[in-house]
T-cell receptor, first 114, second 113 residues
Framework: NAGVMQNPRHLVRRRGQEARLRCSPMKGHSHVYWYRQLPEEGLKFMVY????????ESGMPKERFSAEFPKEGPSILRIQQVVRGDSAAYFCASSPNREPGELFFGEGSRLTVL | KQEVTQIPAALSVPEGENLVLNCSFTDSAIYNLQWFRQDPGKGLTSLLLIQSSQREQTSGRLNASLDKSSGRSTLYIAASQPGDSATYLCAVIRQGGSEKLVFGKGTKLTVNP
């Protein structure tokens, strides 16, 4: 049973480009969470999605960031027109249901904006 | 607004020592508390999860306690080993249906051989 898979593991973008980060949850999990870890900071919640639904996006920046979790395929976190401040590690976690419980995290995608 | 604080920010101990990592949270209305381990450049590994109705959980050399009324949790590591070197993160989920984990900034542990 594969764990949470994230790709790419490392991504380098120049300012103004787009970054797309993908997350495949654990088998049987239909709930996905995205967290961001800025350098020297704790992990901060960004968005919580269920298949085809955004449940809670209260942690998402208002502009340039979007997330989706389609019926088929991985969840995608999209950052448009990246800026240096977007450089961070982006972690995805999954759970089997909506009941708050143990979350299983991927190894993260590390975005560097030049 | 829930805030999670971890003290100390960094800790260096000799191999074999027993140690305690501290976590405090400002809102005692939590659903559960989770301790994670993060190795450099890696993801998070769940170590222990304590439900709000529980007082402690144990796994091998690790023991986590929870005092919800005082807003505190401790992670006790017995007979520390160099392989325990990592950053340890504490996170809580608020009671009332929120699924969001609120994390502390972590304690960076170094166990010296």
């Amino acid at each position: 049973n594969a764990g949470v898979m994230q790709n790419p593991r490392h991504l380098v973008r120049r300012r103004g480009q787009e970054a797309r980060l993908r997350c495949s949850p654990m088998k049987g999990h239909s709930h996905v969470y995205w967290y961001r870890q800025l350098p020297e900071e704790g992990l901060k919640f960004m968005v919580y999605l269920q298949k085809e639904n955004i449940i809670d996006e209260s942690g998402m920046p208002k502009e340039r960031f979007s997330a989706e979790f389609p019926k088929e395929g991985p969840s995608i976190l999209r950052i448009q027109q990246v800026v240096r401040g977007d450089s961070a590690a982006y972690f995805c976690a999954s759970s089997p249901n909506r009941e708050p419980g143990e979350l299983f995290f991927g190894e993260g995608s590390r975005l560097t904006v030049l | 607004k829930q805030e999670v604080t971890q003290i100390p920010a960094a800790l260096s101990v000799p191999e074999g020592e027993n140690l305690v990592l501290n976590c405090s949270f400002t809102d005692s209305a939590i659903y559960n508390l989770q301790w994670f381990r993060q190795d450099p450049g890696k993801g998070l590994t769940s170590l222990l999860l304590i439900q709000s109705s529980q007082r402690e959980q144990t796994s091998g050399r690790l023991n986590a306690s929870l005092d919800k009324s005082s807003g505190r949790s401790t992670l006790y590591i017995a007979a520390s080993q160099p392989g325990d070197s990592a950053t340890y993160l504490c996170a809580v989920i608020r009671q009332g249906g929120s699924e969001k984990l609120v994390f502390g900034k972590g304690t960076k542990l170094t166990v010296n051989p």
